[in-house]
C-alpha cells in the first residue's frame, strides 16, 4: 500500500510563500469572545468552540466592562453574552458594543428563560439568544447563523 500522502492528515495547510493563502485562512476563521462571571462555564464554552474547525476564541471577559474594552482590542466576529454579571449587565454591554461595532453579532446566553429578558436583549441588538443549557448542541450552529445573519 502507498504511504505517500498519508502524513498529511486533515485538510490541506495554507502555502507560507503565498501570503494570500494565509490572509484568506484567517478571514475564514470565526473569531469569538466569550463573556460569563463564571470561569468554569467559559472554560466549557471554550472547549465546544475548540471543536469547531471554522472558530476561534480571541479573548474572555467576566463583566460587561471588560466585555466591551475586550472587543476594542480582539474586535470579534460574535461575542457570546451572558446577561446576568456583576459591574455591567450583558443587556447594557450588549447595547454599548452595538453603538460602538455594529457589526460585531452577539448571542445572548442566560439560565432565563423569561419573555421579557429575551426582549431586552434582543431590543438591545443581540442576533440571538440561547439558554445555557442548550449551549452544547447549538453553540457553534448559533455563532455561524449569527455571522452570516448579522443584525
Do not use: W
Request: proline residues 5%; negative net charge.
Amino acid at each position: 500500500m502507498p504511504t505517500e500522502g498519508l502524513d498529511r492528515l486533515g485538510p490541506p495547510r495554507p502555502s507560507t510563500s503565498n501570503p494570500y493563502a494565509v490572509q484568506a485562512d484567517r478571514r475564514s476563521t470565526i473569531r469569538v469572545l466569550l463573556v460569563d462571571d463564571h470561569r468554569m462555564l467559559r472554560q466549557g464554552l471554550r472547549s465546544i468552540i475548540d471543536d469547531c474547525d471554522s472558530m476561534q476564541v480571541v479573548g474572555e471577559a467576566s463583566n460587561g466592562v471588560e466585555a466591551i474594552e475586550a472587543v476594542a482590542i480582539s474586535r470579534p466576529d460574535v461575542v457570546v453574552m451572558d446577561i446576568n454579571m456583576p459591574k455591567m449587565n450583558g443587556i447594557q454591554a450588549t447595547q454599548h458594543i452595538k453603538q460602538m461595532f455594529p457589526e460585531t453579532a452577539i448571542i445572548g446566553l442566560s439560565v432565563q428563560t423569561g419573555r421579557e429578558i429575551i426582549e431586552k436583549m434582543q431590543a438591545a441588538g443581540i442576533s440571538f439568544y440561547l439558554t445555557k443549557e442548550s449551549a452544547v448542541e447549538t453553540l457553534c450552529a448559533a455563532i455561524e447563523d449569527a455571522v452570516t445573519h448579522k443584525k
